[in-house]
């Protein structure tokens, strides 16, 4: 790792503990989640990696609904919505449960 990378990963990283630091959110349906990626130093870095992280998400299935890069701070990396596939009849396993119950 040169010079440069490793100041560019400390800058990062200072962007990320102050809260300043650029994401990729990308919010899917099927399963219902919205998905951080990043940290990133800015908003031309990290709309380079969108269409690797999009397609990563289609290739195991998703429908991708919405996806913007904005400067944030996320708690989780991951968010499932139980209550919106509960309701929507789509909860992991449910076709299995489904399957079984009948007898």
């Known amino acids: 790792?040169?010079?440069?990378?490793?100041?560019?990963?400390?800058?990062?990283?200072?962007?990320?503990?102050?809260?300043?630091?650029?994401?990729?959110?990308?919010?899917?349906?099927?399963?219902?989640?919205?998905?951080?990626?990043?940290?990133?130093?800015?908003?031309?870095?990290?709309?380079?990696?969108v269409s690797g992280y999009e397609e990563d998400l289609e290739g195991e299935g998703a429908v991708v609904v919405g996806l913007v890069t904005k400067r944030c701070k996320p708690e989780q990396m991951t968010i499932y919505d139980e209550a919106v596939d509960l309701k929507l009849n789509r909860a992991p396993n449910s076709a299995a449960t489904a399957t079984n119950s009948g007898g």
């Not at 560019?8 to 219902?32: H, N, R, Y």
Request: aromatic residues 14%.
């Open 1 to 49: 790792m040169s010079l440069s990378d490793n100041v560019k990963d400390m800058f990062t990283v200072l962007l990320e503990q102050i809260g300043v630091a650029v994401w990729v959110e990308v919010v899917t349906e099927s399963p219902c989640c919205t998905y951080y990626f990043g940290p990133f130093s800015s908003f031309s870095e990290a709309e380079a990696a």
